[in-house]
């Protein structure tokens, strides 16, 4: 019988080194919540194909680098949003796994009560504030959080903190995203924008859809500092979080970072066709795959191969589980006032009342 793994079911957290390289176990941290993801996104694929999966599903394979590294670098009183391609946020911030599949299997027992199904995934006991389906629609919504950081932290009611909102590059030509971006920088407030830019939405490459130079350009003419990093790359990608949430706690302004990421796998598990873009492009940003790259320099640094077979497929077996699991939970009833209402959602009226 293959041994289970244990989901440590809080963010993913690594305090900042002051650029000393990290230990061998806290690479060992990142690369385990990678395989989390990654293993997770593979038995959608599976539940997807046993008809299991009502509605369609986003699979975040190839991306797990930007979620982990993000979320690696900020600190308990940070607020998290994301996109519908969101199970990689979730489980960065520690959401288990059981919540997170029964939600996409629409499930009671599901974070959301099996109602908000794989596109709208919330967790605020982890500062988890919400996932959302319509492109760009949640960047003025985090630019709101932010301002009550702020006023929060400037009558000393919370220590500094920031708003960390994750999105598409898709969302950059929603105007409801340009105002955020405005919006931030003219009232500075401490929002991290993280646009992980996968080249595509849906089957448009960003060649056809985004005009200027880059997508952090964009942001830079909003006076909002920007950077681009490799989102391939999760120790690039902490080490530019952490740049970013310093800043902007420390100058209470906004902070944009453009990660250059892909989607090994189609749009959604519907897209099947695959044609408007090459093999060997695809085949050539998974040579950069993130978690092959932590594995070797874990191997050089002291694991063994085995011992990292060993545990994701542990990883696999728990997921495993906690699918068995999900599956046996009941449908949701009919759509009551039950969670309609924020006086149920316990937590934000704290934020709300910074306001
Ligand atoms: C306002 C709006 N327009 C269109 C859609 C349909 N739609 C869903 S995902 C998507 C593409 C978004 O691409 P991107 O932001 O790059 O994210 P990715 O899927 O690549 O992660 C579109 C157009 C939507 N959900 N919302
Ligand atoms: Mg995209």
Redesign the pocket.
Known sequence: MTPTAVFVDTPIRIPATGGEPLAVEQLRELWRRMVWIREHEHLMQRLNNQGLIRGST?LYVGSEACAVGVVSALSDDDLVLG???GHGHALAVGMPPRALIAEVLGRTGGCSGGRGGTKHLMDVSRNHLGSY?????HLPIAVGLALAQKLAAADERRAPSVTVCF?????IN?GASMEAINLAAVTSVPCLFVC???R???SSPMEKMVGGESIAGRAGGFGVLAEQVDGMDVLAVRDAALRARAYATENTGPYFLELLTY?YHG?SVFQVDDTYRTAEEVDSWRQRDPIDALEKILIEAAASGGELAAERRAIEATLADAAEWARDQPLPGAVSEEDMYASNVGGLDSWGSAL
């Not at 389906?133 to 629609?137: D, E, F, S, T």
């Not at 999105?167 to 969302?171: M, N, Q, S």
């Open positions: 986003h996109h519908y391609r389906a319509i492109v760009g629609q999105f598409g590059d898709g969302a929603q992980e830019n996968n595509y939405a849906v989607r749009h």
